[in-house]
């Protein structure tokens, strides 16, 4: 039983560079989600989905993009690459809206040099 | 603004000491609480939820948690810890019902038991 996949685990990016962090979800949730974890911040949410097709921004949104076109899959994008984006990235999947994200990935690791 | 807040940045304690972990919110109308940990380099796990009924939760590994109500509060508690708990702690809050998926979490309390 996959879970919630997340590829990939690390990655170096240079400031300017663009990217996406997929995740993938074999439990057939409706909601995904992105967070971001920095050092002694706690998570904080980017953007999330209720349903395939739907997307709406979180708490820190600037500077991402995500696209629901399945129910599995919800890749998160960085166009322009920024020091301030290194981060470690937590995709999460759930049934429905009162269960909340129970099923994290691993996590990616991302580092904006 | 909605918010968590968590009273201890990083606790030390022995092992078979008692627990307990602060959490207090700040969110307009009926809430879902939850405490989630997170281990050394893995991801979070729930550790329990709240949602409606016995405000005194149990949880997994032995942790249990009480919303008060009155106090916006949702602590976490252990009687007696574990060299196997040394790990990060976050409680989390969201709104009941309605479309919004936004869980706020805390800013984490780091727990470290000695041997």
């Known amino acids: 039983n996959a879970g919630v996949t997340q590829t990939p685990k690390f990655r170096i990016l240079k400031i300017g560079q663009s990217m996406t962090l997929q995740c993938t979800q074999d439990m057939n949730h409706n909601y995904m989600y992105w967070y971001r974890q920095d050092p002694g911040m706690g998570l904080k949410l980017i953007y999330y989905s209720v349903g395939a097709g739907i997307t709406d921004k979180g708490e820190v949104p600037n500077g991402y993009n995500v696209s629901r076109s399945t129910t599995e899959d919800f890749p998160l994008r960085l166009e322009l690459a920024a020091p301030s984006q290194t981060s470690v990235y937590f995709c999460?999947?759930?049934?429905?809206?009162?269960?909340?994200?129970?099923?994290f990935g691993d996590g990616t690791r991302l580092s904006i040099l | 603004a909605q918010s968590v807040s968590q009273h201890n940045h990083h606790v030390i304690l022995s092992e078979a000491a008692s627990l307990e972990l602060g959490c207090n919110y700040s969110?307009?109308?009926?809430?879902?609480l939850f405490w989630y940990v997170q281990y050394p380099g893995q991801h979070l796990q729930l550790l329990l939820k709240?949602?409606?009924?016995?405000?005194l939760v149990k949880g997994i590994k032995g942790f249990e948690a009480e919303f008060i109500k009155s106090k916006f509060s949702f602590n976490l508690r252990k009687p007696s810890v574990q060299w196997s708990d040394t790990a990060e702690y976050f409680c989390a809050v969201t709104g009941r019902g309605g479309s919004q998926g936004n869980l706020i979490f805390g800013k984490g309390t780091k727990l470290s038991v000695k041997p």
């Open positions: 709240y949602f409606s009924g016995d405000p």
């Open positions: 969110y307009g109308g009926t809430v879902n």
């Open positions: 999460a999947s759930s049934y429905m809206v009162l269960d909340q994200p129970q099923h």
